[in-house]
């Protein structure tokens, strides 16, 4: 019931700046929370930032000081700004959303199709 939409990826030279956008959309649902994973090659899948509805802020220890999440003033849309990227946060990146589906009557975890950045070498 809660689909999630994600824009942004491509490459970006290591240094470089970029940012993901991700919008919920659905009805009948509230918004808990929402944020980024990332999944390297090879490696698990890893919180990358978090924000919750009240504005707190999680941050993956990799990307502390560099990455920031941010909520816009559209409803239901954060923003990952990635500033100081290096080739190691290489990664298809997807947005998360932590949501009450009163359609369903239960709490849901979506996920959106996944977007990739590539940092090289």
């Known amino acids: 019931q809660v689909r999630l939409v994600e824009s942004g990826g491509g490459a970006v030279q290591s240094g470089g700046s970029h940012r993901l956008s991700c919008v919920a959309h659905?009805?009948?649902?509230?918004?808990?929370?929402m944020g980024w994973y990332r999944q390297a090659p090879g490696k698990p899948r890893e919180l990358v930032a978090s924000?919750?509805?009240?504005?707190?802020?999680t941050y993956g220890d990799s990307v502390k000081g560099r990455f920031t999440i941010n909520r816009a003033n559209v409803k239901n849309t954060v923003y990952l700004q990635m500033n100081g990227l290096r080739p190691e946060d290489t990664a298809d990146y997807y947005c998360n959303a932590e949501a009450t589906d009163y359609s369903l009557g239960v709490n849901v975890d979506a996920w959106g199709p996944g977007t990739l950045v590539i940092v090289p070498s």
């Open positions: 659905g009805n009948l649902f509230k918004i808990n929370a």
């Open positions: 924000i919750t509805s009240g504005g707190i802020t």
